[in-house]
């Protein structure tokens, strides 16, 4: 039996007091042990950032990388060890801004992983510039006349590439986002969760009182998780309503299933052959 505390560690947290990181975390500690994982037998990988941190509180293997590169190490690893599951921590800077172009490669190959956005609409880390997400007009040290682009919308746009599972949650909602991290990692593929996480600090308007005026569950409204035309209708509705919960999942073939040579076994469990590996190259 797996236990929360399993996973605990007692690094010093540098996140700030009230941080929406704080019960991220804790509903993936729940998540892991509702999966009866052990601690070692669990990756996760991080890119920069308040939400690349998050592996350092965990007692589980880590990989902690670039700013926006998460993703392929994650796909490197996924095909090293297909048995291996594997979580991916980042930020909605460090993940549609800097790892734009990884996250759609990412949707496209799908590899079997599950894909956490700490998504507060700002820079936390660097002290709160506007990031992809954050609304047009809103105003920081760095644009302080308020930012002229629109924001980016992460649902619609891992759904209209093609992702298999695209879920959003909220940091205030501690025991859905643990039941959406639990199906994700039950999925074959890439899953997706976009979650809308409080920054303390650096986003006054988009606080904890304004959230919980907003949000609310879809799955227990009874919405249709296999058909893609409202899952788009709920990702593009405006106004002061804002849908949580898992809006769209299908079954894709995952990257791995594709390849044949990693069908016989997880190539982290083969002998290294250098001569092989030189008769390769000598045919390059």
């Given amino acids: 039996m797996v236990d929360v505390s399993d996973f605990h560690c007692d690094y010093e947290n540098k996140w700030c007091p009230g941080c929406g990181n704080f019960p991220i975390l804790e509903a993936l500690k729940q998540a892991l042990a509702n999966q009866g994982l052990a601690p070692e037998d669990v990756l996760m990988i991080s890119g920069i950032g308040q939400a690349g941190k998050t592996p350092h509180f965990l007692r589980c293997n880590f990989f902690h990388g670039l700013h926006g590169r998460a993703l392929p ?38 590899p079997d992983m599950t894909l956490l956005i700490h998504d507060n609409r700002v820079y936390g880390l660097t002290k709160g510039q506007a990031s992809p997400t954050s ?15 629109d924001p980016l919308n992460p649902a619609a746009l891992a759904l209209s ?7 959003r949650a909220y940091c ?22 976009d979650v809308m996480q409080v920054c303390v600090s650096f986003n006054t308007v988009n606080t904890y009182d304004w959230y ?46 594709r390849v044949p040579g990693l069908a016989e076994s997880p190539l982290a469990a083969r002998s290294y052959d250098p001569a092989r590996v030189q008769a390769l190259l000598d045919q390059a």
């Avoid at 949000?215 to 002061?240: C, R």
């Fill in 161 to 167: 590439q093609g992702a298999g599972f695209v879920a």
């Fill in 135 to 149: 609304d047009r007009g809103f105003v920081t040290k760095i644009q302080p006349m308020g930012v002229r682009s």
């Fill in 73 to 110: 190490l994650a796909t490197g690893a996924s095909v090293a060890n297909r048995e291996l599951p594997i979580l991916v921590s980042m930020g909605d800077g460090d993940c549609y801004g800097e790892g734009g172009n990884h996250f759609l490669a990412a949707i496209r190959r799908n």
């Fill in 212 to 257: 919980k005026k907003r949000v609310y569950d879809i799955n227990a409204e009874g919405h249709p998780t296999d058909d893609l035309n409202p899952a788009m209708e709920l990702a593009f509705a405006g106004g002061d309503q804002i849908a949580t919960g898992l809006f769209y999942k299908k079954d894709r073939p995952c990257f791995s299933d």
């Fill in 172 to 193: 205030g909602h501690k025991e859905q986002l643990a039941g959406l991290i639990s199906q994700a990692m039950d999925y074959r593929g890439l899953s997706v969760i």
